[in-house]
């Protein structure tokens, strides 16, 4: 049994994804990020950095009794490696998708995430900062789409790496972009919503 820390946020999704997508059995303990439940003992005890998502596996690889992790990127890899599922096998294709999780989790997540909060959050509006994260959503828009040009996936087959980047692409419209300037992306996209685990790492 897994316990995943959870709030509907994207970085929360891309875990219910993967547990979806695996068919492991796991509870939401959810976190109340706006009542400030991320910043209690017994979660930090689970999350240091005070952020979802973060898991609890009761039942790990080595036997050696329960394992927290935290950090969306780390929990994927942890996950793929516990499972065999959703990492390639073939060696450059793993290679790749190790790759695009970090970008996700060091470009698209960040740049999007302070876009979101000088846009919509900021009690002023800096349009200095609000310009500088849109251009670098639309950059890294336009990294996502060159990559993707003739790929059905980021990383050869569905893996992590598709499963990261996603729920980043799910609020396009409020960050400004349009799958009309990539439309490698909106393609891509649209698999991937169309999935039954996504679907129901969404209901
Ligand atoms: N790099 C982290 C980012 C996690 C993150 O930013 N989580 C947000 C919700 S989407 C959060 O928990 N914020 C609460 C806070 O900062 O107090 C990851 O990928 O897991």
């Known amino acids: 049994m ?5 709030a509907p946020t994207p970085n929360g999704r891309k875990i219910k994804i993967f547990l979806e997508e695996a068919g492991l059995e796991y509870k939401v303990i959810p976190v109340n990020l706006a009542g400030g439940e991320q910043f209690k003992p017994e979660f930090i005890s689970v999350s240091p950095n005070n952020k979802i998502p973060a898991i609890v596996d009761h039942e790990p690889k080595d036997g050696n009794g329960p394992i927290s992790i935290f950090e969306s990127g780390a929990i994927l890899l942890y996950l793929a490696e516990k499972t065999g ?3 390639p096998k073939n060696f450059s294709d793993r290679e790749e998708a190790i790759q695009w999780v970090f970008w996700q989790v060091g470009g698209l ?10 846009n919509t959050y900021a009690s002023e509006k800096i349009p200095y900062a609000i310009d500088r ?8 828009y336009g990294v996502l789409n060159k990559r993707l040009e003739g790929k059905d996936y980021l990383a050869g087959e569905y ?3 598709d499963m990261i980047c996603y729920p980043w692409i799910v609020p396009h419209e409020s960050q400004g972009q349009s799958f ?6 909106g393609r891509w996209f649209n698999a991937i919503a169309a999935r039954p685990a996504v679907k129901r790492a969404y209901e």
Do not use: C, H, T, W
């Open 133 to 140: 994260y849109r251009k670098e959503v639309a950059r890294l």
């Open 85 to 87: 599922k959703f990492m």
């Open 2 to 6: 897994i316990d995943l820390y959870y």
């Open 109 to 118: 997540g960040p740049m999007a995430g302070q876009f979101y909060y000088f």
């Open 159 to 161: 893996s992590v790496a």
């Open 180 to 185: 009309e300037d990539s439309p490698n992306v």
